[in-house]
């Protein structure tokens, strides 16, 4: 017992937010002890002009630097000229050993060395406030993250410990025996409240749960991030170019004594080597290596509840989101984390676009000419874009991090990922078309006559065929109606709930692919997942002959007309001789949710002349929807054709020509059916009001 809680007391919320602060103060002051020992090597470097005043205080000033114990110096090899320390103790023991007099170079070290020096010298201090500067807002982010963190890990917290008293009372409930003084319906009343208060408390206590989780993984992505990226940026503004200074300094020096005493050629020759060698990428990897708290720290671990069943991290990703979120919240849970894929895309979209944006101001900024005027403009514009740079990518990271998480759960996140990616790659290609057509006229005019082309193919009423490209291979002339497949609840304003075997009418396409926005029979206008809906298919004749008949079946019973029906003979498109239909001769509304309901005159088609009662229904499919209905209120199109017409062929091909005679909304449609045998019947149906955009294959025919 007395381990376990020692082990709960490392794992609780306050513990991690003091041992981040901790860590982070750790970091500071180890910065601050790195920037006072560069610090003092400028200093040592500045004040290294004596060594050129007179031989003796040479000699002992060398011996006094050689005494002072350089990080990592002595336990380096000296072949290893990557360390600036063991560059410069390599240099000290050189000095010791030239014996003759400086004083000719003193002039040329002063210029090149001690002055420049000192200028370093004010330059560190400026880049250690600006390296506190920006190490404090990204510690402040990263513990704003974990607080963010500890406020959802309360909450899951105190929506599972309500879950669980609710649970407790319900089973406490359900072994209690009938009082004497208890009506069996008021404890069934009870029971009722009791349940639905159960349900209520599981269905938070699992979001709160999934908030934990995602706010988990968006902390761990913001951890590494700030190992990764962000810290590693504030030791390089720190460091600034001390190391290229360094280098300047040390290259001098040994200049200047290769060019005074000849005699010392081959010893300083090899420090020249040595400091050219100084490489500030060994240095920062060294500096790490040696103070473990600047290296990744270990991910947060996921805290359940002690009445949590759910006690292991990875099985909870792999199957819980999937499984028991099924059976505790139902298809909205499901909703509620396409929702979270979709958002989270978007946003790793919107960040990508807006880093491409960034790092292209960057270049800009970069081979601009600065003066002296505009170099403190320049380099204010260039901090503001890497901090936006940077805030992006950390947006990004922690966006993909939750992606991550919802893909392992089964959500469909390539989906939406795919989709939105696919909309900024558009948009970024625009933008260099546009960026290309502002600095070439030439395109610019090739792109102006591509949009003429465009305005007049639409004057002209041309639209080209792009089915090709959909992925459902549907026509996109709207409005469409279609059926709903699987029911979906709204979980945004802009949204519209639909339930299955619904029929919508489609008036536009979405603001995102796969969705596309959708009005009821009630009138109510709103954004639907275009999978969940069954778009009729541009070559589909059966939805073609029933909104033909439909339209005209209304079109009659209106007008009270006389004209003679119109037989179709059974038949599909490929000629599959199983198909069969039927034409309704009288209005028909279904009496169960199980019958078919059919104006007079529409065309169905028929599934099955036998059913499980035989009690004289059919189970017919009409306007997308199945059901049965009454065999003795629809005629047999079959039976019509064959005995009106024993040679007229049953596979018949049948084909569309619609003649466009604009008159505002009104058009003649001819129905060309061509039989087997090389005989073609014209059966002309009277004008019809109908929408010009049509689900249908419309060919141009000269007017006549």
């Given at each position: 017992n007395g381990q376990l809680e020692t082990q709960r007391d490392q794992l609780s919320p306050v513990r991690v937010t003091q041992e981040l602060k901790h860590t982070h103060a750790e970091q500071m002051s180890r910065l601050h002890v790195k920037h006072q020992t560069e610090c003092d090597l400028l200093e040592d470097l500045r004040s290294s002009l004596l060594l050129f005043l007179l031989f003796q205080a040479l000699q002992k000033l060398a011996n006094q630097y050689l005494k002072r114990e350089w990080p990592d110096s002595l336990t380096e090899e000296q072949t290893d000229h990557r360390n600036m320390y063991c560059v410069w103790r390599a240099y000290l023991e050189g000095t010791i050993q030239v014996t003759q007099s400086r004083i000719s170079a003193c002039d040329n070290y002063k210029v090149q060395v001690a002055d420049p020096a000192k200028m370093g010298r004010l330059q560190k201090e400026q880049q250690l406030r600006k390296c506190i500067e920006q190490l404090t807002v990204v510690q402040a982010e990263l513990q704003g993250s974990v607080k963010e963190l500890t406020k959802s890990r309360k909450k899951y917290q105190e929506a599972e410990t309500m879950a669980q008293a609710v649970r407790e009372k319900a089973e406490l409930d359900a072994k209690s025996k009938l009082s004497l003084f208890q009506s069996r319906s008021s404890l069934q009343r009870a029971s009722v409240k009791l349940k639905a208060k159960r349900s209520?408390?599981?269905?938070?206590?699992?979001?709160?749960?999934?908030d934990y989780l995602l706010m988990l993984a968006a902390a761990n992505a913001h951890q590494q991030r700030y190992y990764d990226t962000d810290l590693m940026d504030c030791i390089k503004v720190l460091d600034g170019k001390i190391y290229e200074q360094v280098k300047d300094y040390l290259v001098s020096l040994c200049q200047t004594e290769l060019e005074t005493y000849e005699a010392v050629h081959n010893t300083f020759n090899q420090l020249?080597?040595?400091?050219?060698?100084?490489?500030?990428?060994?240095?920062?990897?060294?500096?790490?290596?040696?103070?473990?708290?600047?290296?990744?720290?270990?991910?947060?671990?996921?805290q359940p509840s002690d009445s949590d069943t759910v006690n292991d991290y990875l099985f909870f990703i792999t199957t819980v989101l999937v499984m028991q979120l099924q059976k505790e919240s139902g298809t909205s849970e499901e909703h509620s984390l396409d929702k979270e894929a979709r958002k989270w895309a978007s946003r790793v979209a919107r960040e990508y676009k807006s880093i491409i944006h960034t790092q292209r101001a960057l270049e800009d900024y970069g081979t601009q000419e600065s003066s002296e005027?505009?170099?403190?403009?320049?380099?204010?514009?260039?901090?503001?874009?890497?901090?936006?740079l940077r805030r992006a990518e950390t947006v990004k990271v922690k966006a993909e991090a939750r992606l991550d998480l919802l893909r392992q759960a089964g959500v469909a996140v390539e989906t939406w990922l795919k989709s939105a990616m696919n909309q900024v790659m558009e948009e970024l290609e625009n933008e260099r078309w546009n960026n290309l057509n502002t600095h070439d006229p030439s395109l610019s005019g090739t792109a102006d006559l591509e949009r003429e082309d465009e305005e007049e193919m639409e004057d002209s009423g041309e639209v080209l065929d792009d089915s090709s490209s959909s992925p459902s291979s549907t026509l996109k002339n709207y409005p469409l109606t279609c059926k709903v497949l699987y029911s979906y609840k709204a979980s945004q304003p802009d949204e519209l709930t639909i339930e299955e075997q619904e029929i919508l009418e489609v008036i536009d396409d979405g603001d995102m692919e796969d969705w596309v926005k959708a009005r009821n029979r009630s009138g109510q206008v709103g954004y639907v997942p275009e999978?969940?809906?069954?778009?009729?298919?541009?070559?589909?004749?059966?939805?073609?002959?029933?909104?033909?008949?439909a339209l005209d079946a209304r079109s009659h019973s209106s007008s009270n007309s006389t004209e003679p029906e119109t037989e179709l003979p059974?038949?599909?498109?490929?000629?599959?001789?199983?198909?069969?239909?039927?034409?309704?001769?009288?209005?028909?509304?279904g009496q169960t949710e199980d019958e078919l309901s059919f104006p007079e005159g529409a065309i169905i088609r028929i599934l099955s002349r036998e059913t499980h009662e035989d009690d004289g229904f059919w189970e017919g499919e009409f306007n997308g929807v199945v059901g049965v209905f009454p065999a003795v209120l629809v005629e047999d199109l079959a039976g019509a054709s064959e005995n009106g017409d024993g040679q007229r062929d049953v596979n018949a091909q049948v084909s569309f020509a619609f003649g466009l005679i604009h008159d505002y909304y009104t058009y003649t449609i001819l129905i060309t059916i061509t039989p087997s045998k090389n005989k073609s019947l014209f059966i002309p149906l009277k004008k019809l009001k109908i929408s010009p955009h049509f689900n249908g294959s419309i060919m141009r025919v000269p007017k006549c």
């Open positions: 209520e408390c599981n269905s938070k206590a699992t979001h709160a749960r999934n020249l080597n040595s400091s050219n060698g100084v490489l500030q990428e060994f240095h920062q990897q060294q500096f790490v290596q040696k103070n473990l708290m600047f290296q990744q720290a270990p991910d947060f671990l996921y005027q505009n170099n403190s403009e320049l380099e204010t514009k260039m901090e503001v874009a890497k901090r936006s999978k969940y809906l069954q778009l009729p298919s541009s070559n589909s004749l059966l939805s073609m002959l029933q909104a033909l008949a059974t038949g599909s498109v490929n000629g599959d001789s199983s198909v069969s239909f039927a034409k309704a001769l009288y209005d028909y509304a």
